[in-house]
T-cell receptor, first 109, second 115 residues
């Protein structure tokens, strides 16, 4: 069975410090990994996906199949990055994503 | 404004009553989904539909039912059999039923409180 683990419920860092939100997955097939973000009073939205290999709002994430990880990183945190972040795993079809429990990121001024 | 509309935003029901949550999308997406979001639990998949007149159970389908009579609509009924119905419910859609890398577009959610 597929599983997504986000070990940190809450992560607090100071503005300007590097950020790393951890995500590990368990899946026997070829995974598709995503990061979704929910800012205060906004709907859940896609932040980035591994197939795009893009940087969004300064965030990047690299799929490491050896370590089954997809950690989200940003070199310099900004206050507007404060939000709830969810890592999600897709299984190659449109049968929904498996989400982690989320990490609440707080950027302190 | 294209997107997914969930209504109502807040819903209150007495225990033992069935209640239906509405989800409508005008994105012309094939696939639609219902998730339940609980504090500390993340999002859990209740039901999904890849095409009109077809739907499948997700990970926590017990006590819920859905229908997909129209492409743009995917209502969720929370039945009296659902043991712990109080939660925040999220509807989502994605463009292509055959592609797992299609991002999900989410509605604003419905907060259901059952007393």
């Amino acid at each position: 069975a597929q599983r997504v683990t986000q070990p940190e419920k809450l992560l607090s860092v100071f503005k300007g410090a590097p950020v790393e939100l951890k995500c590990n997955y368990s899946y026997s097939g070829s995974p598709e990994l995503f990061w979704y973000v929910q800012y205060s009073r906004q709907r859940l939205q896609l932040l980035l996906r591994h197939i795009s290999r893009e940087s969004i709002k300064g965030f990047t994430a690299d799929l490491n199949k050896g370590e089954t990880s997809f950690h989200l990183k940003k070199p310099f945190a900004q206050e507007e990055d404060s939000a709830m972040y969810y890592c999600a795993l897709g299984r190659g079809g449109a049968d929904g994503l498996t989400f982690g429990k989320g990490t609440h990121l707080i950027i302190q001024p | 404004d294209g997107g997914i509309t969930q209504s109502p935003k807040y819903l209150f029901r007495k225990e033992g009553q069935n209640v239906t949550l509405s989800c409508e999308q005008n994105l012309n997406h094939d696939a639609m989904y219902w998730y339940r979001q609980d504090p500390g639990q993340g999002l859990r998949l209740i039901y999904y539909s890849q095409i009109v007149n077809d739907f499948q159970k997700g990970d926590i389908a017990e006590g819920y039912s859905v229908s997909r009579e129209k492409k743009e609509s995917f209502p969720l009924t929370v039945t009296s059999a659902q043991k712990n119905p109080t939660a925040f419910y999220l509807c989502a859609s994605s463009i292509a039923a055959s592609r797992g890398d299609s991002p999900l577009h989410f509605g604003n959610g419905t907060r259901l409180t059952v007393t």
